[in-house]
C-alpha cells in the first residue's frame, strides 16, 4: 500500500504545488516529508555543500501544512517532479469534484540525498532578535547580481560553485551569524512580505520565520553566537 496523506484544506493544494515549483527552479532534486500528529512538514534544500571542501552552506526551505490526524506516520525522500505529477493529479480530482481531492499519494523515495540526512531539531528553539525582509532582499539581490557578473559564460560547474560559496557563505551585514544564502533562500522561495522576519535559535541552527514560510540554516561551529 503506497503512502498518502490528506490535505485538511483543499486550497492547501495549490499552495504546496507553489512551494515545489520554486524549489524545483533552485534545486530539481528532492524533497523530504515528515507526516505526523496532523501536521506535513515539507523540506527542500536551497544550498549545501558537496564534499568536504565545499563552504557553501546548508540552507533549507520549510513549508508546514495541517493533514489528517489519522495519516500514517511517515518519512520520507521523494524526487519534486514526481511529487508535483501527484499534487497536479489531485487537483484535478478537486476541479472535477470527484473523490480524493485532497489525497495525496507519495512517488517512489530515494535513498541517495546527502542534505536530507541533516535533520534540524523539531523543537528546543529560542527567540532572538529578529530582521527585516527589506534588508534580506537587499542582501539577495546583490549577491545574485554579484554571482552573474563572476561567472563568465559557459563556466563550469566547479567555478560556479566555488562563486555561489563565496558569496552565499559571506555573513550578513548586522546579522553576522546568518549568511547571506539564507536571504537568497527567503527571497527565491517567496518567503519574504511586509512583515518582519522572526529569527530562532538551537544548537548550530537558524531559523528565519515569515508568514510564508521557514529557512533554515545549520552554521558553522566557529560561528556560533551561543
Sequence with gaps: MSRHFTLSDP??????HTFLSRAARLEDGSVRLIAGGGVLAAYTAVLYPIGLLDEVPTVLGLRTYAVSVDDEFFDAVVPIRSFLQRIESAKKRREAGTEGGTRVSLPMEVNTVTWAAISPPRGGWYG???????????????????????V???????????????????????????PAGAAFAALSMGFLGGDEVRM??????????????HVLVKRKAWTLSR
Design 11 to 16: 486550497l492547501a493544494l495549490d499552495d504546496l
Design 128 to 150: 532572538i532578535d529578529g530582521t527585516e525582509s527589506d534588508l534580506l532582499e537587499k542582501v539577495a539581490k546583490a549577491g545574485i547580481d554579484e554571482i552573474a557578473e563572476a
Design 152 to 178: 563568465p559564460d559557459k563556466a563550469g560547474e566547479q567555478i560556479v560553485r566555488k562563486v555561489r560559496a563565496e558569496v552565499w557563505s559571506r555573513p550578513i551585514d548586522g546579522q553576522e551569524h546568518i
Design 200 to 213: 530562532f535559535e538551537t544548537g548550530p541552527w537558524t531559523r528565519l520565520t515569515t508568514q510564508r514560510g
